[in-house]
């Protein structure tokens, strides 16, 4: 008996690395089979890249490089994590990440801004340590795919009333056209109502 739990516990941390963590569990825990195919579903979907990630990588070691990377994209899905976000993979420096499956969510488009927000914020603590060890900073770009256009949806549901969503959609078209400083913390400061 002991030799099958082992053996069942090895096959699900080898299927809980090419799967998200909390995606395993629930599997388990309702006790269906894994099939492949899916549901047709509205998401927002996260993407997030290092600027002059090669231009970087060529002026550490491998070890450094090895260290630093691991550093960002473990902290950075763990922001996603905490927003309810799924890391659906890394491509390299870049992270692609999913909110609104397998459980549906209305504020999906939410999460996910929170986390970008979030993600840059974090990002702004990690430079820290790392230029205290000598190493470059690691500047992040974020874009989405259908947050604006839920921002902008919420504001039409709401006759043009909803403030927060127009705000929302003004401040991510304009990020778009202008991105913030390289040295931006991912925090915006209202200054009026």
């Not at 690395?17 to 395993?24: A, C, G, H, M, N």
């Not at 890391?87 to 801004?113: L, N, Q, R």
Request: include cysteine; charge should be negative.
């Amino acid at each position: 008996m002991a030799v099958i739990t082992d053996r069942m516990k090895k096959s699900l941390r080898s299927f809980g690395r090419y799967v998200p963590r909390v995606l395993v569990q629930e599997l388990l825990e309702s006790g269906q089979e894994a099939v492949l195919g899916g549901r047709r579903r509205e998401v927002t979907i996260l993407f997030s890249d290092i600027v002059s990630f090669t231009s970087i990588s060529e002026k550490l070691s491998p070890y450094e490089l090895v260290e630093e990377l691991g550093e960002y994209l473990e902290a950075m899905s763990q922001v996603i994590e905490d927003e309810q976000g799924t890391v659906d993979k890394f491509i390299g420096d870049s992270i692609m990440a999913f909110w609104g499956a397998p459980h549906e969510t209305d504020d999906h488009a939410v999460h996910a801004c929170l986390a970008a927000l979030k993600m840059q914020r974090r990002l702004g603590e990690l430079i820290q340590g790392w230029e205290r060890r000598g190493w470059p900073a690691l500047l992040t770009r974020i874009g989405f795919a259908e947050a604006i256009e839920a921002f902008e949806q919420a504001a039409v549901l709401f006759g043009g009333e909803d403030g927060p969503s127009q705000a929302m959609s003004a401040r991510c078209q304009e990020y778009e056209k202008n991105p913030p400083p390289s040295a931006w913390d991912g925090t915006s400061v209202k200054t009026s109502k």
